[in-house]
Nanobody, 119 residues
Framework: QVQLVESGGGLVQSGGSLRLACAAS????????MGWFRQAPGKEREFVGS????????WYADFAKGRFTMSRDNAKNLVYLQMNSLLVEDTAVYYC????????????WGQGTQVTVSS
């Protein structure tokens, strides 16, 4: 069993930055890649990016490349999503996720944290 708790959401102006954190706990965390998803009102949940615990390899959705950066702190079991140059369309609930095989089969979800970008 893995528990994921997000923090760091809030209200920010367009062009600003936010850093989200995901605290992971449970057994055998290294089995999982860690990811961030988001869901805007009226839209489907979409993949933002992912990172592996051991190597720290990252992947990003096209909209996130160049603006968002994922990192991790293995000692504290924390995963971060640094978001810069935020746009109004980045407004969404952001979810932390853990998957052992693929992002089509997420094993665990966090409860989500709201990010609101104002114009």
């Amino acid at each position: 069993q893995v528990q994921l708790v997000e923090s760091g959401g809030g209200l920010v102006q367009s062009g600003g930055s936010l850093r989200l954190a995901c605290a992971a706990s449970g057994r055998r965390l290294n089995r999982y890649a860690m990811g961030w998803f988001r869901q805007a009102p009226g839209k489907e949940r979409e993949f933002v990016g992912s990172i592996t615990w051991i190597v720290g390899a990252t992947w990003y959705a096209d909209f996130a490349k160049g603006r968002f950066t994922m990192s991790r702190d293995n000692a504290k079991n924390l995963v971060y999503l640094q978001m810069n140059s935020l746009l109004v369309e980045d407004t969404a609930v952001y979810y932390c996720a853990a998957a052992a095989s693929s992002w089509d089969r997420v094993d665990y979800w966090g409860q989500g944290t709201q990010v609101t970008v104002s114009s």
